[in-house]
């Protein structure tokens, strides 16, 4: 199966200043080795940048400098919420760091997980925080003023939503963790794939195909997006793969395909990519092919997988792909795009989606867009605009071109346009 690298752009999700999705704040002594490490492998799992002091501090290094850089280049922060937390004052100053990184940027995100303690003792500090409280008042070395910081921050963030294990999932601490990365996924909301601006029509182009992601059928899938070369096949499914994602314990877009299986050892170069993906990142070495066939088995045999093949163009790899069916998790779902009708016609089992050329009226819209800079020609230069729009549509009805493909001409004639308009003047 000639399948290609994938190429997973740069998250258009994060900001540049930040390298971490979450920073983890717990009490080492409590939950280090049980609760805190099923959450951090459950992030980690779900391809969540974690932050956890004991994983990402350097020998040597200041650790109260970098956890307070750590904060600052996180978007999010979970608290988890222990008997103990209060007897740390470490926990307690990095509590007070995380709330002014809060106050700094308000779309820093900050959950609350509250493990074996009710929010209302953090919020009042009773029980086993009061008596924690009443040691640091003993602890000469202490200020006030430090003390009051405390308490403060700690009634500020129990006032903030967040979850409760025994409310959340009766005390199950594997459901909580799930339901916790669930909640983070959605406040992030996670674009992995850079996808092209000036998305006209896409809604009614990909509505068919993510209902039938999300139908709930524990049946291994197949669904090819068909069209033309140019007509926007890997937009759409890009798009598809940014919303639906999250829904899956494993995924892949691997793109290209066509280009890559034409080099020297392809298909192992994108095994190893499939591998790396669905195991979040991790590398695999494989030496040859039927060694990552192997491989590859074992992942997709145990993890319920959303894998995109862009540009499948010859039978011998739609072949592959389906001889792996019986291989995938139930749920599992796989999407190729492909310009080859030939290709789907032998195979009964594959959704068929067919992807429509741009109407006149988006037509416009896309050619207002890279010209004018909104969705309509402005004002004298609609006549000509639509001139244009009817003359590229019919030279792309005659040839065999599809209508995204000439987006570079419309920007050239947006400058002759402009051109035009500075003249007239």
């Known amino acids: 199966m000639a399948l290609v690298r994938s190429q997973e752009a740069s998250s258009s999700d994060t900001n540049c200043s930040c390298s971490y999705h979450v920073f983890l704040s717990f009490r080492g002594e409590d939950t280090r080795r049980t609760f805190t490490d099923h959450l ?44 103990n937390y209060a007897s ?34 953090v919020r009042k500090q009773t029980g086993s925080l009061a008596k924690a409280f009443a040691r640091h008042r003993q602890n000469r070395s202490l200020n006030k003023d430090r003390i009051s910081g405390w308490r403060a921050a700690l009634t500020e963030v129990a006032d903030l939503a967040g979850m409760v294990l025994q409310n959340e999932a009766d005390g199950h601490e594997a459901k909580f963790i799930k339901k916790i990365v669930k909640v983070i996924e959605g406040k992030l909301s996670r674009t992995p794939l850079s996808v092209s ?73 994108v095994q190893m990519q499939l591998l790396s993906h669905i195991l979040n990142g991790r590398k695999v070495k494989i030496h040859n092919i039927s060694e990552g066939i192997t491989k590859i088995k074992d992942v997709i045999s145990c993890k319920k997988v959303l894998l995109i093949l862009d540009d499948v163009d010859h039978m011998r790899q739609l072949d592959a792909i ?4 019986d291989w995938f998790c139930p749920g599992s779902k796989i999407i190729i795009t492909t310009r080859s009708v030939g290709l789907l016609k032998a195979h009964q089992d594959v959704k068929v989606h067919n992807i429509e050329t741009l109407n006149h009226v988006e037509s416009l819209e896309l050619f207002s867009w890279h010209v004018f800079g909104q969705d309509f020609p402005i004002g004298g230069y609609m006549e000509l605009s639509e001139s244009i729009v009817k003359q590229w549509r019919a030279s792309f009805s005659s040839s065999n071109f599809g209508f995204f493909s000439i987006r570079a001409k419309y920007r050239c004639m947006g400058k002759c346009i402009q051109e035009i308009g500075s003249y007239s003047k």
């Open 40 to 83: 951090y492998t459950a992030f980690v799992n779900s391809g969540l940048q974690t932050f956890r002091d004991d994983d990402e501090l350097e020998r040597g290094e200041g650790i109260k400098t970098e956890l307070e850089k750590a904060i600052q280049h996180s978007r999010s922060s979970v608290i988890v919420f222990v008997k």
């Open 88 to 121: 740390s004052k470490w926990c307690l100053d990095e509590l007070v760091k995380i709330l002014e990184r809060k106050r700094a940027s308000d779309d820093h995100v900050i959950l609350p997980v509250f493990y074996d303690i009710d929010p209302s003792e």
């Open 197 to 269: 601006p000036y998305l006209i029509g896409i809604n009614h182009r990909v509505k068919d195909i993510n209902s039938w992601l999300q139908d709930g059928s524990s049946d291994v899938g197949i669904c090819a997006i068909y069209g033309i070369g140019g007509i926007g096949k890997t937009t759409i499914a890009q798009v598809v793969y940014n919303s639906n994602f999250s829904r899956f314990e494993g995924r892949s877009f691997l793109e290209n395909i066509r280009e890559i299986s034409e080099q020297p050892n392809g298909l192992v170069q």
């Open 322 to 325: 389906l001889r792996m069916k």
